[in-house]
């Protein structure tokens, strides 16, 4: 008893308490800014990996983008990412950063049914389906509920069932093989119910984009709510995104 | 000689891998694992050349530090007899081959789909209708789990047949992940893009699979790595190791209904994810190597604030340790569960933490080191009850000795220097890696082609072996104790099915 009591003591106050203006360590790589520097944009779209990069104006898709900073180590006077995690949005063109643009990126609330904020504004319940997705973004998933983050204060949970669900959170490029499971999770989870996409992966593909061994044809079925972009998208990304969603800015 | 030996991330031509036929193939594989606990199958797959198949086996030897090498050439109409006859520890290998190419095995026991890869054999196979093995009987029923699990993992569907609450006999169906990885090796063509890709293989073994495909590279461009870079690489994997080995503890408490252990070995992950971030702005390490590259050089100021990170870490981490290992209904949980006898770790050809807790000494950082890992002198870590105790302590002293290591790097952080060029690699050569991630050993292999291009990349993540253990493992277990057994493991749907 005493020694849980210790434990207890020794880990100090652990909780973020303001999720919406905390500030993350070190050089975390966010929104993007792009100057308006004149560069070779042949080269500067050739560097991205995941083909995220497009000329005149030159622009970055978070929707493709790995985060992964190599057009920043290029090119470091035309591309700076900020820590700005804020970067969750339900339109899938708000993922394209041009540049000479530095806004946060919000979401349109014109879009957002109105069940989502009198129904979920107060209490959100998620399934979550890993379609191809490599564990980072299913890691961070997990990390947003620990004790730090503490994604349920919010009435925000993952549950076991779509059954008890309001909605599902698709990780991963949507591989062939869990094309069918996906359908059957979605059809599962009663209405109103919200299609959210975590990750890059999800969003486009990713560096998968193109592979014969995915079948993304569910998203052309479905209209997605939440865009949540990421290479694994962090807990606090998610966390706004959500809150976003629901009506709690 | 029958076969070729090289070290680790030795590149060699491909044609001075000596051909054999089938038989002598056969008999030279079986016969260097068989009885040698100091020995096993590494890698061992095919690739199509023309209407034949190249075979390739790898097999590692720990004792003298070498893997060996042999090929044979098959044709698609060759009845051939099965290594998995003699040994498991080639089952899944030779299922693979299988699945991929139709090689017909004339007496293999379990030649069922390994991944219903998208560019199977044969197509008519589906995901949907795997031939899952079945008992009829009144007494017995039937549990399928998945391909959806109730938490945030990734997917595979589990059959159960259990005789009232016991488990007889676990049958793990995987594939869901796959996202043909192996082909996009092939099809990328740009070094970044590859990197990306190795990245992606595994999302919770991020440093391990970037550091083995690095390897490869700079083996077959043949390029010295400045101890700069060695110096990253290991910090980096020590970290991964820290960060997820805490982490699992935490989702072990959680299975056992046990909130103090579960929170407080949540949080402490983070520090050491955000340490990442700090480094190199991903918390899962996304981003920081790449071939003959120090993208994030490690900084004086990197070393104080690891520091500070280890030494807040260390105390609160063992004070929770202490707690567990005294609770007398977590030890109940824990000890006795999930067992998996040394015999069977090895007939297996179990590999990394989970074949550390069986008694099998089998960890590449001392057997076939790499980047500054001779200068630790890593002394391997082992346990004897293979049950899920032993894999809990195991990862707590793995923790304890990694910062031990992350200590000793940093107080000698190398110099930065100027780094050479990365040339392109070399033409038909052949070269292998291992790497001991934070589940076990890592194994890429390459073959380049007459433009030094990429003809064939096979990965292998330490899952593909151990899955087979965690299966075992269950067999006689009550199946409310397979969650924690599963955990204990914490093996990747994706590394398996690529």
Known sequence: ?249 | MQFLSIKNNQPVPVSSIPELKYPEFFTLNTGLVAEKPERHCVSYYGYPVQDQIILICCIADDSEQMIHISSCTVKLSDQLPSFTTKLFCFEKFEREIHENFGLKYTDHPWLKPVRYAFDRFDSTRNISNYPFYSIDSEELHEVGVGPIHAGVIEPGHFRFICNGEQILHLEIQLGYQHRGIEKLFLKKKELSQLSTLAENIAGDTVVGHTTAFAQIWESLCRYETSREIDFSRTVALELERIAIHTGDLSALCTDIAYQLGSSVFGRLRTPIVNFMQEWCGNRLSKGLIRPGQVRFPFTPALVDRLNQVLNSFEPDFLEMNKQLFMLPSALSRFERTGVVSFEDALSIGAVGMAARTSGVHRDIRSSHPHSLYPELRHAVNVKRHGDVYSRVQIRKNEVIQSIGYLRKLIADLPEASELSELSVPGENLFTLTLVEGWRGEICHTAITGPKGELIHYKIKDPSFHNWLALALSVRNNEISDFPVCNKSFNLSYAGHDL
Not at chain 1, 3 to 18: A, R, S
Not at chain 1, 76 to 101: A, H, Q, W
Not at chain 1, 188 to 197: F, Q
Request: with cysteine; glycine share 8%; aromatic share 8%.
């Open chain 1, 1 to 249: 008893m005493f020694n849980n009591l210790k434990i207890w003591y020794h880990q100090g106050k652990q909780f973020i308490p303001d999720v919406r203006n905390a500030k993350v360590p070190g050089i975390f790589r966010g929104r993007p800014v792009i100057s308006v520097d004149k560069v070779d944009g042949a080269a500067l779209a050739a560097c991205c990996p995941a083909n995220a990069i497009s000329q005149s104006p030159v622009a970055i898709d978070l929707g493709k983008c790995t985060f992964c900073g190599e057009c920043s180590i290029r090119f470091p006077g035309k591309v700076m990412f900020t820590t700005d995690y804020k970067i969750s949005t339900n339109e899938r063109e708000c993922l394209i950063i041009k540049e000479g643009v530095d806004q946060p990126i919000k979401l349109n609330k014109d879009i957002i049914p109105g069940e989502f904020i009198s129904m979920f504004g107060n209490s959100l319940k998620l399934r979550q389906v890993s379609a191809g997705g490599d564990n980072s973004c299913e890691w961070e998933l997990n990390a947003a509920n620990n004790v730090q983050f503490d994604m349920s204060r919010f009435g925000i949970e993952f549950v076991a069932s779509p059954r008890h669900a309001d909605g599902i959170v698709i990780t991963g490029p949507i591989t062939a093989n869990m094309a069918e499971p996906l359908q059957i999770c979605y059809d599962a989870t009663p209405d109103p119910k919200m299609i959210i996409l975590v990750g890059t992966d999800a969003i486009s593909g990713g560096i998968f984009e193109g592979s014969p061994a995915l079948d993304r044809s569910f998203l052309d079925r479905h209209m997605i709510n939440l865009y949540i972009p990421g290479n694994p998208a962090h807990p606090l990304t998610l966390i706004n995104g959500l809150l976003a969603l629901t009506g709690r800015e």
